[in-house]
């Protein structure tokens, strides 16, 4: 697999996006809430006359039974849209390494809304927990504008060799840039 550059430049309204340099990390088959640190950013974005605001409520199992990581996008929280109106957001993710379209899942966007609830569960196929170790969950927060032009709100994300996944009990994340 190839593995790209992603950067979201937010300018004069639009954005571009290009696709992420990613490696897997360090397996461990420890899982804990000890040590969860924010991941460096793959998103560049032009930021500079805004601030990320808002929060993001998430929980996570992984289901031996089937073999799936159960992701629960429960709610956000304090959303700014780009214009200082209430954004029409949505909230995509990714489990990476992979950065494949079959690989992204996406909430339905809720129109005018700074503290959506989306209530929404998505699954990602892993053979094991010992594989999920290395692995990365990536969530990103949209604001859908007219004329298809989404813009970047903030991202969180989880490592999952630093978390406990064995319930669905959400956990309010910070959105970065």
Not at 17 to 37: L, R
Not at 46 to 74: A, M, P, W
Not at 140 to 151: A, E, F, I, S
Not at 159 to 175: M, R
Request: proline letters at 5%; glycine letters at 4%.
């Amino acid at each position: 697999k190839q593995w790209y550059q992603r950067r979201v430049a937010i300018t004069a309204g639009h954005h571009q996006e290009h696709e992420p340099s990613m490696s897997a990390g360090a397996s461990s088959s420890n899982i804990s809430c000890e040590s969860i640190s924010p991941s460096p950013t793959m998103i560049k974005a032009n930021t500079k006359d805004r601030t990320i605001f808002g929060e993001l409520s998430i929980g996570l199992v992984f289901n031996d039974q089937v073999s799936t990581l159960d992701v629960h996008i429960n709610e956000a929280r304090n959303l700014t849209g780009v214009d200082g109106n209430p954004p029409n957001c949505y909230v995509k993710t990714y489990l990476l390494p992979d950065r494949s379209k079959t690989a992204k899942r996406k909430t339905k966007t809720k129109k005018r809304a700074t503290n959506p609830v989306f209530n929404e569960i998505f699954q990602y196929k892993a053979p094991s927990m010992e594989d999920l170790c290395s692995m990365t969950l990536w969530l990103t927060v949209w604001d859908t504008r007219q004329l298809g032009h989404n813009m970047f709100l903030g991202e969180v994300r989880i490592q999952l060799d630093s978390i406990q996944i064995t319930t669905l009990t959400p956990t309010w994340w910070q959105l970065k840039h």
